[in-house]
T-cell receptor, first 112, second 113 residues
């Protein structure tokens, strides 16, 4: 059974720091992996999608990497800002249908 | 594009009442799904659909019904609400081939008393 783990559960950093969020999954047979951001009381906003054949994706200050063989993905946030404060969720898609398995998230707080 | 829309945003029910959570998307996506999000449990899949007329169960389907008569709409029905169904419900959609980015609605916060 596929399990997705995100460590740490919570993270507090000063503004301007570069940081890494971790996601691990137990079954390397994934279709793709997606990182989301969730603000309190809000829905999920897609940040980056990495297909199983890709190693990384970049969008602005965000860079996500994928190592299928080791069952790991990282989300790198450069020059963090208070506006980056949110919960970050990692989800893997097992097959072509679309069903996602989520980690429980990392709650990030960036202090001014 | 409105993306994925959900109504209502908030709902309070009494035990035993029924209701339908609405979900619609305007991106012509084949795949639609419903998740519930609970503290400490993360998001769990309730039901999903890979096209009009095709639905299947996810991880936590008990107490919920779905149907998919059009590509755009995927309603979630609670036939007899229970306090255990108090949760935040999210609808999502994506294209299926090739696997694409999933888009989520804003959620429905449901309380069952």
């Amino acid at each position: 059974k596929q399990e997705v783990t995100q460590i740490p559960a919570a993270l507090s950093v000063p503004e301007g720091e570069n940081l890494v969020l971790n996601c691990s999954f137990t079954d390397s047979a994934i279709y793709n992996l997606q990182w989301f951001r969730q603000d309190p009381g809000k829905g999920l906003t897609s940040l980056l999608l990495i297909q199983s054949s890709q190693r990384e994706q970049t969008s602005g200050r965000l860079n996500a990497s994928l190592d299928k063989s080791s069952g790991r993905s990282t989300l790198y946030i450069a020059a963090s800002q208070p506006g980056d404060s949110a919960t970050y969720l990692c989800a893997v898609q097992r097959g072509s249908q679309g069903n996602l398995i989520f980690g429980k998230g990392t709650k990030l707080s960036v202090k001014p | 594009n409105a993306g994925v829309t959900q109504t209502p945003k908030f709902q309070v029910l009494k035990t035993g009442q029924s209701m339908t959570l609405q979900c619609a998307q305007d991106m012509n996506h084949e795949y639609m799904s419903w998740y519930r999000q609970d503290p400490g449990m993360g998001l769990r899949l309730i039901h999903y659909s890979v096209g009009a007329g095709i639905t299947d169960q996810g991880e936590v389907p008990n107490g919920y019904n779905v149907s998919r008569s059009t590509t755009e709409d995927f309603p979630l029905r609670l036939l007899s609400a229970a306090p255990s169904q108090t949760s935040v419900y999210f609808c999502a959609s994506t294209r299926t081939s090739p696997g694409g980015e999933q888009f989520f609605g804003p959620g429905t916060r449901l309380t069952v008393l």
